[in-house]
């Protein structure tokens, strides 16, 4: 679940995204215990967060060299645009305003721009 | 202790830290015991890691992965690899009773090192504090267990996915 703007809780993790700077960022994640289980099970969730995403890990420094990539890219002056479409023309709009996807679609990575766009586009002036 | 066993273990201890300035993975897999365990803190040098959180806690079956993975074509933090230029000194032979006569039993080391990383124009500096736990294994020896405490494992870290 994402909580717009920078907060995420999974199954496995609180993870909070911090923008310091153009082209610096701090991500703190704190692994998550379950209550009422053996202690073991408490213990094998530490040594999978530790497996996927730690900064030694096998899978969360993969995804942060795509994005330090992307960031490169996007410094780019002859077509700055990132492609975020997947699942665009199958993705189903609900009636109280919901939208459902496949889990690999982009839905929720396209509804923190459009919000991010909305709030970067309001009148600061008028808000002050 | 011997002043040919701090010559081997010193010996072992900088052949490893060549293995892994090069990133020969699989090379470097080969020094690992069947049973072992290769432990980087975090948050500090002595949590317990069954309760707190390790940058790396891996048994023989992880390292393997980490290992397999590295020598993959996935790996795309290390693609390109780092380039590593690593410096170990104050490499102690620890007097307790096992590495005393060296005579088939583990040997428990303390070594430091300095490490600079250079990848896609950024450079890194590291240090810590590497213990290990050496079995004599026929010619050679074999890493039992490793724990590697960097001075700044409580603060924000980028990609450690190279070989410490």
Known sequence: MSIWPNLMITSSQVRNTRPLAAGLTAVDMWPAFLDGVPAEVNSERLRGHEAFFGAASLGSPDDYEVFERIHVGLQATVDPWVLMSRGLETEQRHPDGTIVGAITDEVSQRAQLRQWLKVMSLNVEAAL | ?164
């Open chain 2, 1 to 164: 202790m011997t002043t040919a066993l701090q010559h081997d273990v010193a010996g072992f201890v900088y052949h490893e830290a060549r293995l892994m300035d090069e990133s020969r993975y699989s090379e470097w897999l080969d020094l690992w015991a069947p049973d072992a365990l290769y432990w980087v803190p975090c948050d500090g040098d002595d949590g317990d890691p069954r309760n707190q959180i390790s940058l790396i806690y891996d048994d023989r079956a992880r390292i393997e992965d980490r290992v397999f993975r590295l020598n993959s074509s996935s790996a795309h933090s290390q693609d390109p690899p780092s380039r590593m230029c690593r410096i170990v000194g104050n490499v102690r032979v620890l007097s307790d009773e096992a590495s005393r006569d060296g005579s088939g039993d583990e040997i428990t080391v303390e070594s430091s090192f300095v490490l600079v990383e250079v990848r896609r124009g950024h450079k890194n500096m590291y240090a810590g504090r590497t213990t290990h736990r050496l079995r004599p294994d026929g010619a050679g020896l074999r890493i039992v267990s490793k724990k590697v405490v960097l001075v700044d494992n409580d603060q924000y870290l980028g990609n450690l996915t190279f070989l410490l």
